[in-house]
C-alpha cells in the first residue's frame, strides 16, 4: 500500500542534493543479529517471542480472496551493500518535483545513495519495493515505486533505519521505511536464505497485511507501529496496523499437510506476525522475499493449500498483552516504550545571520557549516514532535530532555499553550549533555525549538527527550 505522505507539510527544497551516508548507528555487531541475513538487535521485537500471551476474541473474516503467501511482483527483495558499491544518484519520478524523504518530511530534488548494489532490481509491480542493507553505513534503505527509467534510477518514496535497531520507528523518527506502518519492506518477510535452512519454523515475527475487514480505523496503529495506511478511515474491523498476530498454543500444526504452510504456522505459534500494511481483498497476506522459491500452490491452484490457509485465518488471533518477552539470545525483557519524542526536522526560520543549518536524517541532527559568529534557527513548528497516539506526552507527567550537541552549539526547547497562547516551558539554552527535567505543564501545546550554532569549524546540535525515570 502506498505509504503515509503527509502532503501538507512537504517543504519544496530548490536545489538539494543531500547525501544519506553518516549514520548515528554504532560499527555492527559479531553476532548473527545486526547483520544482513539477521537484521536489527537481538531484543528487537522481530527477533523476540512473547510469554504467556493474551489474546483477542476477534477472527480474521474472509475476503475477495484467499489468503496469500506472496513472493510475487508485490513483494520485495533485500540487496545487499557493500564498500565496493560505488554511489548512485537517485531522482524523482518524471514529471515530479522530489523525492518525498519519510523521515524530514520533505522533498529532495535528487538523493545520493553511498553504495548501491549493481544487481538491484526493484519489484515489478506498483510498488516497486526495494532496500538496501548497506552494512558499511549500518543503515537500511528502502524504497517505493523504485524504477530504472532510461538508465536514470528514480523513485517516489524513500526511508531509513539503522541495521542494529529495533526494526520499528520512535516517536521522533517515526517513518523509517517504505511499508504504511514505518518499517522497511524487507523487515519479518520469509528471506530467501532461510526458506530451506532445515528448521521447523522461521526464528522471527513475520511481516502480514490484513485487508478493511480486518483492519481497525481507530486506533489504526498500535505500539510498536508510529503510523499506519493513509486509508485506515475506511477499515471496518478491530486490527491495528503493528498488532501481533499468533496461533494459540492448541492449534494443532501437525494437521496442515503442506510443508512450507506448516512452517509458517510453527513461526505463527511462537513468534506470530506483525501486521505491516493494508492490501486489497486478502484476509491476511505473509510477505515473502522475491526470488524465494516459496511456492504454496505448486501446479495450479492447490485446494488443499487453500483450505488450510483458511484454517490458519480461523485460528489467528491479536495479542492484547504478553507476560514478558525473550529476546533472541533468550534472554528476558520488557520492551521500551520509552522512545525519543524530538525530531531536529525542518522548517527552520533564521533568527539571526544566515540560515546555514540543515537537518540531516541519518544523524538526526541539525548540522552548521563553518560560520565565525552564532547563528540562531528557530523551528515553530509541530514537525519536531509528530502525534504519535501512543506516545503522546501527558500534563504532569515528567520528562528529561538532553542536549547532545557539537562544535559548540546549543539547544533550546520552549512549549507554547494552545489555549492561552502563552508560553508554558523555557529549557534556556542547554549546551552537550547537559539536561532538564520537567513536569510537562500542558496537554494542549506546540513545541518551539531554538537552536545556536557554534562559531569556527562545523557544529551540529539535537535533543533526546525521553518520559523521565527517576526513582
Given at each position: 500500500m502506498k505509504p503515509t505522505i503527509i502532503s501538507s507539510t512537504l517543504i519544496r527544497l530548490s536545489c538539494v542534493c543531500f547525501i544519506l551516508g553518516s549514520a548515528i548507528v554504532q560499527a555492527q555487531s559479531v553476532s548473527k543479529f545486526e547483520s544482513f541475513e539477521v537484521p536489527f538487535s537481538a531484543q528487537s521485537l522481530w527477533n523476540s517471542k512473547p510469554v504467556n500471551p493474551v489474546f483477542d476474541d476477534f477472527v480474521i473474516p474472509t475476503s475477495s480472496y484467499f489468503p496469500a503467501m506472496q513472493e510475487g511482483k508485490y513483494s520485495t527483495h533485500c540487496f545487499l551493500a557493500t564498500a565496493k558499491d560505488a554511489p548512485m544518484q537517485v531522482k524523482p519520478p518524471v514529471g515530479k518535483k522530489g523525492i518525498y524523504d519519510a523521515d524530514a518530511e520533505s522533498t529532495s530534488e535528487e538523493i545520493t545513495i553511498p553504495h548501491w548494489p549493481a544487481d538491484l532490481v526493484p519489484a515489478e509491480g506498483g510498488d516497486g519495493h526495494a532496500d538496501i542493507f548497506d552494512t558499511t553505513t549500518g543503515i537500511i534503505y528502502s524504497f517505493w515505486q523504485l524504477k530504472k527509467v532510461d538508465d536514470v534510477w528514480r523513485t517516489t518514496h524513500i526511508g531509513w533505519m539503522p541495521l542494529n535497531g529495533t526494526g520499528w520507528g520512535d516517536p521522533a523518527h517515526y517513518h523509517q521505511g517504505s511499508r504504511a506502518?514505518?518499517?522497511?519492506?524487507?523487515?519479518?518477510?520469509?528471506?530467501?536464505?532461510?526458506?530451506?535452512?532445515?528448521?521447523?519454523?522461521?526464528?522471527?515475527?513475520?511481516?502480514?497485511?490484513?485487508?478493511?475487514?480486518?483492519?481497525?480505523?481507530?486506533?489504526?496503529?498500535?505500539?510498536?507501529?508510529?503510523?499506519?495506511?493513509?486509508?485506515?478511515?475506511?477499515?471496518?474491523?478491530?486490527?491495528?496496523?503493528?498488532?501481533?498476530?499468533?496461533?494459540?498454543?492448541?492449534?494443532?500444526?501437525?494437521?496442515?499437510?503442506?510443508?512450507?504452510?506448516?512452517?509458517?504456522?510453527?513461526?505463527?505459534?511462537?513468534?506470530?506476525?506483525?501486521?505491516?500494511?493494508?492490501?486489497?481483498?486478502?484476509?491476511f497476506l505473509v510477505y515473502v522475499e522475491i526470488g524465494s522459491g516459496l511456492r504454496i500452490h505448486k501446479n495450479g491452484w492447490d485446494n488443499k493449500a487453500g483450505q488450510e490457509l483458511h484454517v490458519i485465518r480461523e485460528g489467528l488471533r491479536m495479542v492484547k498483552s504478553a507476560s514478558s518477552w525473550i529476546d533472541g539470545n533468550?534472554?528476558?525483557?520488557?520492551?521500551?516504550?520509552?522512545?525519543?519524542?524530538?525530531?531536529?526536522?525542518?522548517?527552520?526560520?533564521?533568527?539571526?545571520?544566515?540560515?546555514?543549518?540543515?537537518?540531516?536524517?541519518?544523524?538526526?541532527?541539525?548540522?552548521?557549516?563553518?560560520?565565525?559568529?552564532?547563528?540562531?534557527?528557530t523551528n515553530y513548528s509541530?514537525?519536531?514532535?509528530?502525534?504519535?497516539?501512543?506516545?503522546?506526552?501527558?500534563?504532569?507527567?515528567?520528562?528529561?530532555?538532553?542536549?547532545?550537541?557539537?562544535?559548540?552549539?546549543?539547544?533550546?526547547?520552549?512549549?507554547?499553550?494552545?489555549?492561552?497562547?502563552?508560553?508554558?516551558?523555557d529549557s534556556q539554552d542547554l549546551q552537550n549533555n547537559e539536561t532538564v527535567t520537567f513536569d510537562w505543564p500542558v496537554d494542549n501545546f506546540y513545541p518551539i525549538v531554538v537552536v545556536t550554532s557554534g562559531v569556527g569549524d562545523t557544529s551540529s546540535a539535537r535533543g533526546i527527550l525521553l518520559r523521565a525515570t527517576d526513582k
Open positions: 506502518s514505518g518499517v522497511p519492506s524487507c523487515a519479518g518477510i520469509i528471506r530467501k536464505h532461510e526458506l530451506n535452512d532445515g528448521n521447523d519454523m522461521y526464528h522471527h515475527a513475520l511481516a502480514i497485511s490484513l485487508t478493511n475487514n480486518a483492519l481497525s480505523p481507530s486506533p489504526a496503529y498500535m505500539f510498536p507501529a508510529t503510523i499506519a495506511d493513509a486509508g485506515a478511515k475506511r477499515n471496518t474491523g478491530k486490527v491495528p496496523e503493528g498488532a501481533l498476530m499468533m496461533l494459540p498454543p492448541d492449534f494443532d500444526t501437525s494437521t496442515i499437510t503442506n510443508a512450507e504452510l506448516r512452517k509458517v504456522a510453527n513461526t505463527l505459534k511462537v513468534y506470530g506476525a506483525y501486521v505491516v500494511d493494508m492490501n486489497y481483498g486478502t484476509p533468550g534472554q528476558t525483557f520488557t520492551p521500551n516504550k520509552n522512545l525519543n519524542l524530538l525530531s531536529m526536522r525542518g522548517p527552520w526560520v533564521p533568527s539571526n545571520g544566515k540560515p546555514l543549518a540543515k537537518f540531516v536524517p541519518t544523524q538526526q541532527a541539525v548540522v552548521f557549516q563553518n560560520t565565525d559568529s552564532p547563528v540562531i534557527q509541530d514537525r519536531t514532535m509528530p502525534a504519535v497516539d501512543w506516545a503522546k506526552p501527558q500534563k504532569g507527567q515528567r520528562y528529561t530532555l538532553k542536549a547532545v550537541t557539537s562544535g559548540g552549539a546549543k539547544l533550546r526547547f520552549k512549549l507554547i499553550d494552545k489555549d492561552t497562547k502563552k508560553q508554558a516551558y
